[in-house]
């Protein structure tokens, strides 16, 4: 018999007075599960969480999280999980270690035990030396990373992370990866939204693509791209002025085209056939490039609008 | 949910029963707590303020000024007692309102807005009343601490006995949150500081502050402005506290009415704290 899942929403809706800003999401997240809420800004994934995180009242819907409804047992399901908001909403007039030891107390964790899982999270997310720092004085990972290491305080069942690496360096981001691997081979159910299709792929088992508070798609990433996209993609510019016309032109090559505004995507399970296609028709693109097909095409080929606007 | 659904919940997720027990009943604890921890980092300051301030002011008024007009009366000019005497119950209470207001504005304005803690405890078993109940319980302590500081230097200029005088310092921070509350209610609904504090500080708190009897009765102001004491927290509070301290002769209905303008905007001002803090924090 498969678990029962540990989040379970139907007809998930939040207004704000005319506007609605998730309109009707059903999903389940299996225990263990690593879930992905994909969608550009405001496409209602932040609001989605903080009903999840038994936060923000919905509108409308069922929601249970570890089988209660959040509008009546709101402590209980907060004292499951772990949160980490889009901004770090770390305590400023605190220390880097003070911060782990007041919120493991909001837990109603005993101080001997809250300050012994906090020397293990500042282990954890490599801070240590900076235990007794200022937050201000953190770098961007590391306050991100502390705030991870905050919302493990109280061991959670559900890991929340709403754009984890957004505003992160290339190695910043991949020690955050390597950390919340390490959380989901223990067993942690993580959620995460996420604008970057690259993340997306890496952490999540399965996701939904969200739009205009709506689910557009939902499966694993390997299986959207291969029911939305094609196993490969040619990138072609041809300088913004003609990227249009040499569509028209190259019309019957590939299953698909797309005409962004700086480059043409030719949608092919063979790229470098259709890039030779291209050359036979005599057209001679600035530059050109295949790669394999990823998040960002099936969030196009079903929105008609890239993630990062 | 039946006692069976509870079970099975417990059985199949462990037990969020439980571990939301404890910050079910203690929450508002453990926020106190937290804003304790944070104010060491400048608690220093903050009672070095709650010494200096009471030296120099009772010094300045109570000994300077009164001797002054000691010189030009009697030793017992007002109220039948020495002017330091008369000054320092109502100085006490406006030590403490202006800590008050301080804190009504800063501290709640900042846990939205400059220092976003408040969002973060709510991601914590913690509800939002609890978030606003703990941040008024720090309020309230820093206020006695700094009340009993200023009582004891009091007591060291001999403006006070030692005695049912110790209460003007609860009174005294009473009248602090007849102010704070409200002025907190407003922080917890203002998204954007446009000037807001300023204009309650310099409309409201200074005239209540500069008309409330505080270095002379209120009988000495024109009727036309006596009504600004009237209606202000800390006239209601020092004459409670002068009382207590050297016997002033109140009539019983207005002592009811003194503890009514303490305790009346207080309440409100919680509630509306908390109602406030409420549909922000669960938007």
């Not at chain 1, 936060?55 to 009546?72: M, Q």
Request: aromatic share 8%; proline share 5%; charged share 20%.
């Amino acid at each position: 018999m498969p678990a029962e899942p540990v989040i379970r929403a139907r007809g998930l809706v939040k207004r704000y007075d005319d506007f609605t800003a998730v309109d009707g999401l059903d999903f389940e997240v299996a225990p263990g599960e690593s879930f992905g809420l994909l969608g550009p800004n405001g496409a209602g994934k932040s609001t989605t969480m903080r009903m999840v995180g038994a936060v923000s009242t919905r509108t409308a819907g069922e929601l249970e999280i570890l089988g209660l409804d959040p509008d009546r047992y709101g402590p209980e399901i907060r004292s499951q999980l772990g949160v980490v908001p889009q901004q770090d909403n770390l305590d400023q007039e605190l220390r880097v270690r003070d911060n782990l030891l007041v919120y493991g107390r909001y837990f109603g964790l005993s101080h001997g035990l809250v300050a012994q899982r906090a020397d293990a999270l500042l282990e954890f997310a490599q801070l240590v030396d900076k235990a007794k720092s200022r937050v201000d004085d953190l770098s961007g990972g590391m306050k991100r990373r502390l705030t991870i290491a905050r919302a493990l305080i109280n061991e959670p069942r559900i890991l929340m992370l709403d754009e984890p690496t957004t505003g992160l360096d290339p190695q910043a981001r991949h020690i955050l990866w390597d950390r919340l691997f390490r959380l989901k081979e223990q067993g942690t159910t993580l959620v995460l939204t996420t604008h970057y299709m690259d993340e997306a792929e890496q952490l999540s088992d399965r996701l939904i693509v969200v739009d205009h508070g709506r689910i557009m798609a939902e499966g694993t990433p390997s299986r959207l791209i291969r029911e939305y996209s094609t196993r490969e993609v040619l990138e072609l510019r041809f300088g913004s002025e003609r990227n249009a016309t040499a569509a028209a032109d190259l019309a019957g090559i590939g299953d698909r085209h797309e005409v962004l505004p700086d480059r043409l995507l030719i949608y092919d399970d063979d790229g470098e056939a259709a890039l030779g296609e291209v050359v036979r028709r005599g057209y001679q693109p600035i530059t050109s490039l295949v790669r394999r097909s990823s998040l960002e095409d099936v969030f196009l080929r079903l929105t008609g609008r890239s993630l990062i606007e | 949910m039946t006692a069976v659904q509870r079970a099975a919940a417990r059985r199949e997720h462990g037990d969020p029963f439980a571990a939301a027990a404890r910050p079910r009943r203690w929450g508002a604890w453990y926020v106190t707590e937290h804003k304790l921890r944070a104010m060491r980092a400048y608690g220093g300051g903050l009672v070095a303020n709650a010494i200096f301030n009471p030296v120099l002011t009772l010094y300045t008024f109570g000994v300077g000024l009164g001797s002054l007009i000691s010189a030009n009366s009697s030793p017992n000019a007002v109220d039948g007692v020495s002017y330091l005497a008369f000054v320092m119950p109502a100085m006490l209470c406006g030590a403490l309102l202006m800590v008050g207001a301080e804190e009504g504005w800063f501290t709640f304005m900042s846990g939205f807005k400059w220092n976003e803690i408040f969002p973060a405890m709510r991601s914590a078993p913690i509800s939002s009343a609890q978030v606003i109940d703990g941040t008024i319980m720090m309020v309230v302590i820093r206020l006695l601490v700094t009340g009993v500081i200023y009582y004891v230097i009091g007591l060291l200029f001999g403006a006070v006995q030692l005695g049912w005088s110790l209460l003007m310092v609860p009174i005294g921070a009473l009248s602090a949150l007849a102010l704070a509350l409200p002025v907190a209610a407003i922080a917890c609904a203002t998204v954007n500081d446009r000037g807001q504090h300023n204009i309650v500080m310099r409309l409201i708190v200074s005239p209540m502050t500069l008309f409330a009897g505080t270095m002379y009765p209120l009988t000495i102001l024109p009727i036309w402005l006596q009504w600004v004491g009237w209606v202000s927290p800390l006239w209601h509070a020092a004459q409670l506290s002068r009382s207590l301290s050297y016997g002033l002769d109140e009539p019983g209905w207005l002592i009811a009415v003194h503890w009514l303008v303490l305790i009346v905007p207080a309440v409100i001002g919680w509630r509306l704290a908390v109602r406030n803090a409420t549909r922000r924090l669960q938007k």
